[in-house]
C-alpha cells in the first residue's frame, strides 16, 4: 500500500479536488491508530455529499466511503470542528512544488487555512489569515523560524527548487554555483524529478495508445464476430 505522495502526484491530485472549491464542512473525523487519520465529509453544491480522506505521513485523496471512526474525536479533531464546521472551501493550492497542501476556507471566525505537510511524520496545521496557528497536530520546534506550536507563527518550511517554473538562468546559475554542495543537492532531486516526469509521460501515453486502439477496434480479434 502507497504510504506517501511524490510532488508531482500531489499536482495531480490538486487538480482533481478542484471540484470541492465551494463545498461545505459538515463533520470531520479522526483515527489516531495505527496511524493518524482524518476524514472531512463536505457538501458540494449541485452535486452532493464528498469525503476528502488524509493518512498521515504522505496521502491525500477523495473517498467514496466512509471509514469506520471513534464516536468521540480526540482532542485535535474536536478543535478543527469548533473552527472549521459550516465553513466553505475557497481554494486547494499546492505549495509552489513541495508535498504540502492548503486549503482555504471562509468561517464565522474569518479567513482560515489548513496545511497539510506530507513529509516527514506528517502534520496537519491550521491558521488564520495572519499566519498564527490556531491548531496543530503535531506539535514540534524545527528551528527559530519553524515553531509549529500554538499562537505562534507559521513559516513553510525552506523552498526546494521548483522544476516546474524554474528558468534557464536560474538552473544554469545552481548548474554553475561555485558552493559545491549546491550543486550535489540539486544533482538527486533533478535526477529524481526527471525519471519521475518520463515515468508520468510514458504512462499517460500509453493510456492514450490503449484509448485509440479500443476506439478503432483493433483489438477485435479475427473470430470475434
Not at 506517501?4 to 463545498?23: D, K, P, W
Not at 483515527?31 to 472531512?40: G, H, I, M, T, V
Not at 463536505?42 to 467514496?64: A, D, Q, W, Y
Amino acid at each position: 500500500m502507497k504510504t506517501a505522495l511524490s510532488s508531482f502526484e500531489l499536482s495531480h491530485i490538486v487538480r482533481e479536488l478542484q471540484f470541492l472549491v465551494g463545498a461545505k464542512v459538515e463533520k470531520i473525523f479522526q483515527q489516531e491508530k495505527p496511524r493518524d487519520e482524518f476524514l472531512f465529509s463536505l457538501h458540494v453544491p449541485n452535486k452532493g455529499k464528498e469525503f476528502l480522506f488524509m493518512s498521515l505521513p504522505g496521502i491525500v485523496c477523495r473517498s467514496t466511503f466512509k471509514p469506520s471512526f471513534p464516536d468521540v474525536p480526540p482532542a485535535f479533531c474536536a478543535s478543527l470542528r469548533r473552527k472549521l464546521t459550516n465553513a466553505r472551501i475557497t481554494e486547494i493550492k499546492q505549495q509552489a512544488f513541495e508535498r504540502i497542501l492548503c486549503i482555504s476556507f471562509s468561517t464565522k471566525h474569518g479567513p482560515s487555512t489548513l496545511i497539510i505537510e506530507l513529509f516527514s511524520q506528517g502534520n496537519i496545521i491550521l491558521i488564520d489569515e495572519t499566519n498564527k496557528i490556531l491548531a496543530v497536530k503535531n506539535r514540534k520546534i524545527w528551528n527559530e523560524q519553524r515553531r509549529l506550536l500554538p499562537a505562534q507563527q507559521y513559516n513553510f518550511p525552506p523552498k526546494q527548487i521548483d522544476i516546474t517554473t524554474i528558468s534557464q538562468e536560474e538552473f544554469s546559475q545552481v548548474v554553475n554555483g561555485s558552493q559545491k554542495e549546491t550543486l550535489v543537492s540539486f544533482t538527486p532531486l533533478a535526477l529524481s524529478l526527471l525519471i519521475r516526469s518520463v515515468s508520468l509521460i510514458l504512462k499517460v501515453f500509453t493510456l492514450i495508445v490503449v484509448g485509440i486502439v479500443i476506439s478503432s477496434g483493433l483489438n477485435d480479434s479475427p473470430n470475434s464476430s
